[in-house]
């Protein structure tokens, strides 16, 4: 399962994850699955209902209160395609 997603995912991660990082307010490594959806429709990423069924059910949360989240921070480590480069846009979007 987590291979098909990799295949998927990786020509354009460095990409998905630069509009995710964008998106995350809280600087936490989480977004809303709505969010997450739009970064990889706008990467130009071809992604079915099933394969985003995977993402949230592998890396989804859900708070007591609020909306669905995919902590896009543990895809990108658990999927072998986390960059040590993503640390220093983590660090900088923070301390905007």
Known sequence: MKEVLKSKLQYEW??????????DSHACGMVTVNKFEQAVLQAGVYFSKEDMQKVNKLY??????????????????DLGMHL?????????????
């Open 14 to 23: 460095k990409k998905i994850y630069r509009i995710l990082n964008i998106n």
């Open 84 to 96: 040590h480069s993503f640390e220093y846009l983590h660090s900088h979007h923070s301390r905007q």
């Open 60 to 77: 989804g949360h859900t708070p007591a209160e609020g909306e669905a989240m995919i902590n896009y921070q543990r895809l990108s480590v």
